[in-house]
């Protein structure tokens, strides 16, 4: 097996997620709806059935043009996104802003390992191919023309060494598409994602995983690091 034939290399993460099969994305939804469902009483049940009708409409008024000239025209990633920004926007408005984030962070939880493994290289695939490190330096090369084309994200590979990878991200496609919907704090949990799922599978593979900040949290750039461990 080469480099180029591992799951996902030249895609873009939008067009891998959009990608997914329905049977995933109904597990996923299924797991996420108990963990949201669980939280509230039945009063609040029927409060956020009210809110993310409403949402949903919101969502169907967008005006998208922006966005798809950036280069997004994956339909299937944009309604899958902006279902999940509705549900949030929903939650938050029956129970506080914390709360609706504490909630979506469970509902992470539970679901970021499986997701990524959807998109990613399996362990062994990775190892099959010698020094993890130098795999992915080779795997991510062509990511930044990829994110572009997609209008997923704007990124450069910023430091690529047999100790390290750095890569940082000025424009993110979920974080736009939550200012859209007035609600950027709808990105965290995603950003939250990432940084709960990437540690573990990169730590098999003698890499550590770290992020300064993210354009979510207000900084200029989301900065990933990928360390060789010693």
């Known amino acids: 097996m080469e480099v180029s034939e591992l799951k996902g290399y030249g895609l873009a993460i939008s067009d891998l997620e959009g990608n997914w099969s329905p049977e995933f994305k109904r597990r996923i939804k299924k797991i996420s709806q108990r963990i949201i469902m669980g939280h509230l009483s039945n009063l ?13 409409q919101k969502a169907l008024k967008l005006d998208l043009t922006v966005i798809r000239i950036n280069g997004m025209t994956n339909k299937s990633f944009i309604q899958l996104q902006l279902d999940y920004i509705c549900m949030f926007s929903a939650l938050s408005k029956v129970l506080s802003m914390s709360e609706a984030l504490e909630i979506m962070y ?8 499986e997701a990524m493994y959807q998109n990613t290289p399996t362990i062994d695939e990775i190892k099959s191919l010698g020094d993890a490190m130098t795999t992915f330096r080779k795997y991510f090369e062509p990511l930044p023309e990829a994110s572009r084309k997609a209008g997923c994200h704007r990124l450069a590979i910023t430091e690529s060494t047999e100790k390290i990878l750095q890569i940082d991200i000025t424009y993110c496609v979920w974080l736009e598409l939550a200012n859209k919907m007035d609600i950027p704090e709808a990105c965290l949990p995603n950003c939250y994602a990432d940084d709960y799922a990437y540690p573990k599978y990169y730590q098999q593979l003698g890499i550590s995983y770290s992020r300064s900040g993210t354009l979510a949290q207000g900084c200029k750039s989301c900065s990933l690091s990928f360390e060789r461990i010693s």
């Open 106 to 113: 469970k509902v992470m939880d539970a679901t970021a390992g």
């Open 44 to 56: 609040q049940k029927i409060k956020l059935i009210y809110f993310y009708i409403k949402e949903k």
